[in-house]
């Protein structure tokens, strides 16, 4: 009875975005009086991170604080139009629309801040705690809540922005097929390693490297949860997940989590995560999408690595140990 | 359509009410889950939880354990069977799940009630009758009431299972046995309608050293006493493939 | 069908309401005390996001009929924060981005919660066991369990 241990990789490239007939996102920002920037979107966050992330574009374009800025996505009625946060294009489109919106509320709190402190609105720069201040003269310096009010109820200015990214339709070159169908293209590469038990042709993966090349990593920690959780997904899907576990027949398909399988804690790899940044120019900081691609890799990287470990060709997922076991048997010859 | 929970305090109340009609519940894991998502054919429910049925007490080498004794409650009390016990579902099920109402789950589930065929165990029910596992069949209205088994000597035990993931699962294949001079009993579990005794590979191994050639022929021999069946965990053909090797693997206190 | 009163002790607090005839825990929690942390992922107790302390014990709410869980004292996720304070296996959470869509969040807090109570040590074997029962389609689980153990370290 043997452990076999086997490596092997795969690499992917997925695009950001769709094209149908033009792929936009709209994003609307103001003040409130007191200086918390709010951020209408009708853009779901689903726990991927998009509030997070456009928030972190909206702060640092305005220049203030993480902390002001207020993320609304309540009302697919009423606020700003969204495709929807699917074909990873959430960050790429919904940033660059909230970077547009940001920049023009920005010009704008500039502008009354210009007023309040007498000076030209070029002269002034934001120090990321709050304040706006005279270049090379600090004490001179106004704080958002204090410009906030003053630009309501003194100036009656605004201090608000609209944003929209529209990626716009490509249609094929008849002569050519050439067509730009998407924005930007991501990267990644997963080398997997799995020890496979010749008696049970039972897969451990024990190990996934990653290395996910996507534009600019806006928030490295959320990356890194995405790629691991996307390569858990896809050592899942490798090895564990059917509903038809005897397709074609229908019989016993799964009735409950018990019975659908899932790798539990207990089953998890070791994983190792590098992001590589090649930033994408029409990308939000260079932002390219990472929300699908990440469960794609590990599939064939892992049965990549069972071939290594132990000659066999697995082609139908799930890599069941029966699917593993019959291939092995058939190997020696032992069927 | 559930229209009332009985809850009786003693277990001649719950002899009666289960011979009145209405469905025995002792943890809820399996009858709540099928009441949560129904219809179900039952109108009333009778809890166990209340009929002072747990509680584990050791006589002279013999335990008694009480049919609503969850498996957390016996994991602590019974520390042979830490291990076997920690291969039965998840900490949050078996906070619940009673040795009582593993008796009464289909296989691939109902792997204690393979350790208790293995212990030989008699089942107690509400009439003071006790019978060994081996021959009891439950019948409608019938309260268990406690199981007995004697505590094995230390290294005689053996329990391992095959699952598709390394916790919380339900059983490729379950092997528990006390091996003991000439007491060799060894129980499957996963490879038949319910728990089964294999008398072939108890002859195998009876006044055996348990080598590896002797282990590996109890394996095999084992494959005569199963009827194993298809289902979303494994199939039939597999069970009986991988079988011999995990028969082996309970012997032999590696890491399977 | 008659309903029954139940009277249990809800993060700290008496609660009695109406529950219909084998009502779950989990429903009592959501629909007649408006808790909603405890989230009804299947029903059918093979996914932990329903998990709650009753006793102190971490149980699937789901699967427990709360008539017969008179007087028990119950813990739901709404009982952990101090007010607007996080505990430390809350902070710790957030602090490890352990938390993506959250549909699991409430239970492996639960989770976490007795473990820590019990042992306040824990191995990381430990802490994987004791989530075993907790089903996270984010995560891949590792960040929880730094999480946890994180915040085990915490409460030294």
Redesign the interface.
Known sequence: ?AKLKGRGYASVNYPTGMNLGGDPSQALIHSTTTGTFVVSLSSVDLGQGLKTVVAQCAAEVLGLPFENILIDTADTDTGPHCMGTFASRGTHRVGNAVIMAAAEAREVMLAVAADELEVDPGDLETDGTGFIAVKGAEEKRIHITDLALAAHFKHGRTISGRGIFLKEQSTVVPETGEMDPDSCQAHACTVAVVEVDD???VVEVLEMHNAYEIGRALNPAMVTQQVEGGAWMGMSHAL?EATE??YPAR??????F????M?????IARQYSVILERPADNGPFGAKGIGEMTANAPIPAIANAIFDACGVRVETMPFT??RV?RDLDALKGTT | ?????R?PESAEAAAEAAARGGRV?A???VV??E???GPVADTE?I?L??AGLSGITVNEGVARVGATTTF?ELRSGLGFLSEAI?TL?????R??ATVGGNLFVPQPYGDFAVCLLALDATVEIAEGQETPIAEWNRRPGEIVTAVRFAVPREGTWFYHK?M???????AIVTVAAVVDRDTVRVALGGVAPGPVRSPAAERVLRGQELTRDVLDAAGEAALADIDPR??????A??RR??LP?HVRRAFQNEEA | ??S?VVNLTVNGREQEFLAR??E?LLTSLRDRLGLMAAKRGC????C?TC?VLVDD????S????V???EAAEVRTLEGVADGERLDEVQQAFLDGFATQCGFCTAGMIM?AEALLAENPDPTHDEV???I???VCRCTGYRAIVAAILDAAGRRK
């Open positions: 009875m008696e049970t042709g564990f576990p005897y019989d016993h398909g799964p009735a409950d018990t019975e659908y399988l790798p539990g804690p207990a089953d140990p029966e076991l | 359509m559930i229209t009332a929970v809850m519940m943890g809820g894991t709540m889950a009441v949560n998502t429910l809890s939880r209340h957390a920690r579902a998840s900490p949050t099920i906070n619940l095959a598709r993931r390394k916790l919380n699962s339900a298809d289902d979303a965990y494994a199939s053909w597999y493939r991988v090797v | 069908m008659p029954s005839p084998a779950s029903a059918q107790g093979s932990g998990t014990k971490p149980v699937m789901c699967l427990v009929a008539e017969t869980i989770t994987v066991e004791a075993s029962g907790n």
